[in-house]
């Protein structure tokens, strides 16, 4: 009868055949990680949001003050490897040079970004479950410093997923500038701003102090507006930004496909994003096929389906129309 067990990969089992690096570390989160707590939680109504976002979000937290992730055996492990995935960068209009799909082409940052006990502690710091997202190009994106001196790495902008940690793995206070920065105010206020040509306030711009290599900040990335300012001089950065989705099912997913167009092929694009939503849609049906509820009416069984059918037509409806979109940035 095992012919009827369904295995779902945690990551998948096919790849774009991409070139893996020479000198892959090992990943031991015992050796690897130091995990510690934010010392300062913005919430969303910090940031000016109000009921509008009610039902989109299971949490109010909207961004952290930074905290450590990696303690120095994982820095060290962790530049290693991000130097040698410096290779594969390729640029788009918002970021000059990153590298996606490190995933793919490293087992320790895999394994790093996979690691349960670096969700769950994320998910405990978020004030709800958190799961890696399963786009493995939205795992591990990298940010390298443009090679012309003052140059932002990435203009202001909100992402493309709901939450994400931003890690440097360099020392930020090795290099002048490179600062990363929150607005202090919601997406449609920056939208506003930047439609009228008017200079942010500077009290609204937050640049939460980055001790050193390996500390992160964790946002609700889809709702806090940021940015990352031109290192001035001569000087190394590098950041990771991992994505996580929510493990609560009554919160809608939000993936902007066209957006994603930009920075990977609509192939790869549309392969992940399928497994995102095959895999979301696979755990909402688990219960109706491990633990089925006897006592549901047949409306109420079809409104389970149903709500499962949604999702699909949602993804199907992204995939057939997304396209690539005008990209979606407020500029510097």
Known sequence: ????????????????????????????????????????????CDF?????????????????????????????????????????????????RNTRGGAYRSKFLRDFSLDPSVAAHLSAIMQTPLLPLPMPHQLAHLNYQPLTPGKNIDKWHYDTLQVDTVMFVTDPNAVEGGEFQYFQGTREEMAALHAAGSKLPAERVIAPDMPGPGYVVLMQGNYVVHQAKAV????????????????????????????LNHADSPNIVAAEYARHMGLRCARQLQAVVNTPDFQRSPQEQAAHLRRTLDELEIAINLLETSGEEAMRHFGD
């Open 1 to 44: 009868m095992h012919h009827f067990d369904l295995n779902l990969s945690i990551f998948p089992q096919t790849n774009p055949d991409y070139e893996q690096i020479e000198d892959d570390p090992v990943f031991d989160p015992a050796i690897h990680l130091s995990l510690e707590a934010p010392k300062h939680i913005y919430t969303l």
């Open 48 to 96: 000016g949001y109000g009921d509008e976002v009610k039902g989109t979000t299971p949490t109010e937290v909207a961004a952290t003050s930074c905290f450590r992730v990696l303690s120095d055996e994982g820095v060290a492990a962790m530049h290693h490897v991000c130097k040698q995935l410096e290779a594969f960068t390729t640029s788009n209009p918002r970021i000059a």
């Open 232 to 259: 001035q001089g001569s000087g190394e950065r590098i950041t990771l930004v991992n994505g996580y989705t929510y493990a609560d099912m009554d919160t809608p997913d939000y993936t902007a496909v066209g957006q």
